[in-house]
């Protein structure tokens, strides 16, 4: 596993790991993350924080834009909640790349339960080195 690949970084990545986000496929200008909502997650109004849900597009984002190999971070990012998700939910977040130019680059996220769309992410990225 290379250095400056997307596997390494999300090795080294003990924030996701720890809340349990595995990494399930990586391919160029792609990545599939999955997390289920634990009990830890979840707010005052019973349902699944919005933080956890963007850390989880956000990871997959991360995938991603590093799937290429030179270290590249988030220039900034936007998501829109379409559903609530729920303590037990298996969420799975896809990650495309819809164009790179220069350093620059836009990645969308889709992050579902089972076939239903429960967030919308958009993340613009920059290359670093």
């Known amino acids: ?4 690949s997307a596997e390494a970084m999300f090795e080294a990545d003990a924030a996701s790991r720890g809340l349990g986000i595995e990494l399930v496929e990586v391919t160029k200008g792609q990545a599939v993350l999955r997390m289920r909502i634990t009990e830890a997650m979840v707010n ?3 349902i699944g924080h919005g933080g956890f849900v963007f850390l989880l597009a956000d990871t997959a984002f991360a995938c991603a834009c590093n799937s290429h190999g030179p270290t590249t971070v988030a220039a900034g990012a936007d998501i829109t909640f ?3 998700v729920y303590e037990g939910d298996l969420l799975v977040a896809r990650a495309t790349e819809r164009t790179r130019y220069g350093r620059s680059g836009i990645y969308d996220v889709t992050v579902c339960r089972g076939d239903e769309v429960v967030a919308e992410f958009r993340g613009r990225s920059r290359t670093i080195e």
């Open 1 to 4: 596993m290379p250095a400056g």
């Open 82 to 84: 379409v559903r609530p």
């Open 44 to 46: 005052g109004h019973a």
